[in-house]
T-cell receptor
Framework: DAKTTQPPSMDCAEGRAANLPCNHS???????VYWYRQIHSQGPQYIIH???NNETNEMASLIITEDRKSSTLILPHATLRDTAVYYCIVRVERYGNKLVFGAGTILRVKS | DTGVSQNPRHKITKRGQNVTFRCDPI?????LYWYRQTLGQGPEFLTYFQNEAQLEKSRLLSDRFSAERPKGSFSTLEIQRTEQGDSAMYLC?????????FGSGTRLTVV
């Protein structure tokens, strides 16, 4: 059911920008892209979401390609506390707008 | 309290016993979702409620599983005759509009 593809793992140096890619080539025109992260033994935490335009909040930036077939989550200055599993999710616009998770990307921030 | 609360946080049960988990969503959220997560996997959708109505159930939700949301407030997830394969983290999320908030989950271990 998952409509996204992410690399299984990535490393990033502390203080550098972390760029997490996601492919969602079958996304429909009205389906939103959401990003969540999960730290061990906790529930997923919301990061950001978008439809067509790039978005930025206090945690991250979301860059969505013009054809909407891929996106990139940017953590501008990664810290050790950003080590987590990051999920790129396409919200299914039916059946209650549920979030369908894939396997995610394990991001390791190293000092 | 503005978060989603789940109880208990941990549950160890013997195979064949029944267990029940509770989720208290954000009060103004009318949609509530249950997910199951096994080690190394992303959360898998189980079921969702719009107010008190259960509107979708995943194929993962066998006959031994039942969920309720009386009066559209808190929700319970019951597993009857537990099996070792039921060992997982059970996550609850609530949604009102674009925001989805997850609880910390209930970790079930069936021995």
């Amino acid at each position: 059911d998952a409509k996204t593809t992410q690399p299984p793992s990535m490393d990033c140096a502390e203080g550098r920008a972390a760029n997490l890619p996601c492919n969602h080539s079958t996304i429909s025109g009205n389906e939103y892209v959401y990003w969540y992260r999960q730290i061990h033994s906790q529930g997923p935490q919301y990061i950001i979401h978008g439809l067509k335009n790039n978005e930025t909040n206090e945690m991250a930036s979301l860059i969505i390609t013009e054809d909407r077939k891929s996106s990139t989550l940017i953590l501008p200055h990664a810290t050790l506390r950003d080590t987590a599993v990051y999920y790129c999710i396409v919200r299914v616009e039916r059946y209650g707008n549920k979030l369908v998770f894939g396997a995610g990307t394990i991001l390791r921030v190293k000092s | 309290d503005t978060g989603v609360s789940q109880n208990p946080r941990h549950k160890i049960t013997k195979r064949g016993q029944n267990v029940t988990f509770r989720c208290d969503p954000i009060s103004e959220h009318n949609r509530l979702y249950w997910y199951r997560q096994t080690l190394g996997q992303g959360p898998e959708f189980l079921t969702y409620f719009q107010n008190e109505a259960q509107l979708e159930k995943s194929r993962l939700l066998s006959d031994r599983f039942s969920a309720e949301r009386p009066k559209g407030s808190f929700s319970t997830l019951e597993i009857q005759r537990t099996e070792q394969g039921d060992s997982a983290m059970y996550l609850c999320a609530s949604n009102g509009g674009f925001g989805y908030t997850f609880g910390s989950g209930t970790r079930l271990t069936v021995v």
